[in-house]
């Protein structure tokens, strides 16, 4: 689920109960991540960079990848999560793992460095795409390779279906306008790739699905019985609306024939051809 915006503020807030929540989502997901890693044919000595970072749970994937001769940085800015990656990478003894406090947009980042610069749940909450890939093409080594990780956000479901919660896929994408994002974000990562001379090499859609007690349905639990409330907060639903899909939620909870879809998770990559 979403992570932060462009101005370095979390929707989902940067505490210690977020951060749980994405080591679990990073424990679902994280085979899919490895799969788009592995096409991309990360490999020793590579020199990555990876944006909106969180606590670095992709980074530290990545070091495993690039092995002792290379380098992964983890950009992100907070303090909390950062300092959190530093105590594991201090831990572990990883010298080449750093850490920059910023984002795409702030950082002073160095021109044509990097062989893969990989973005995982943070484009479809900038409100400028664009502002925000430009300063990573011109980081990428000529030939190095720009890969995201996001929503097309459609296919979120359950069965059966009929009640209320039929309608939480436009009660999330209204959640993420009201952060100045787009759900649909990455349907436009190919024209801004041809735009600025990136080869658009990956394309993959992925959507998990599982009952009651898979994996896949108990990470969209943590997510929804926890943000619910603040949508309701923020005004994207009432209250009565909060507590209709908090019940109906609940309803296929206990059902052992519910079946949960999650919404699509699309992997996008291209190598900058310049």
Not at 4 to 15: E, F, I, K, P
Not at 200 to 221: F, K, N, Q, R, Y
Request: glycine share 10%; net charge negative.
């Amino acid at each position: 689920m979403p992570q932060s915006n462009n101005h370095g503020s979390y929707l989902l807030g940067v505490n210690q109960q977020e951060l749980e929540r994405l080591q679990f989502q990073h424990g679902v997901w994280g085979h899919v991540t490895k799969k788009f890693l592995g096409r991309l044919n990360v490999g020793n000595g590579w020199r990555c960079l990876d944006v909106g970072a969180g606590p670095g749970l992709v980074s530290m994937d990545l070091r495993e990848l690039v092995g002792q001769t290379g380098e992964v940085t983890a950009l992100d800015p907070s303090q909390f999560y950062l300092d959190w990656l530093r105590k594991q990478a201090g831990d572990n003894g990883w010298t080449n793992v750093k850490c920059i406090q910023g984002t795409a947009e702030s950082a002073d980042l160095p021109p044509h460095l990097y062989d893969l610069i990989f973005v995982r749940w943070v484009i479809a909450f900038v409100p400028d795409p664009e502002k925000f890939l430009l300063p990573l093409f011109n980081a990428l080594r000529p030939g190095g390779i720009i890969a995201i990780q996001d929503y097309y956000y459609e296919g979120l479901s359950l069965f059966p279906r009929g009640g209320i919660w039929d309608t939480m896929p436009d009660v999330v994408r209204a959640y993420y306008r009201s952060g100045g994002g787009d759900a649909y974000v990455t349907g436009k990562i190919p024209a801004l790739f041809r735009k600025h001379g990136i080869e658009l090499t990956d394309l993959t859609p992925t959507c998990l699905s599982g009952g009651p007690t898979s994996g896949v349905m108990e990470w969209a639990h943590r997510f929804f019985s926890l943000h619910i409330p603040l949508m309701a907060e923020k005004g994207v639903i009432s209250n009565e609306q909060a507590d209709a899909l908090t019940a109906d939620w609940n309803s296929h909870r206990r059902n052992p024939d519910t079946v949960f879809f999650s919404p699509l998770v699309v992997d996008v990559a291209g190598i900058a051809r310049r």
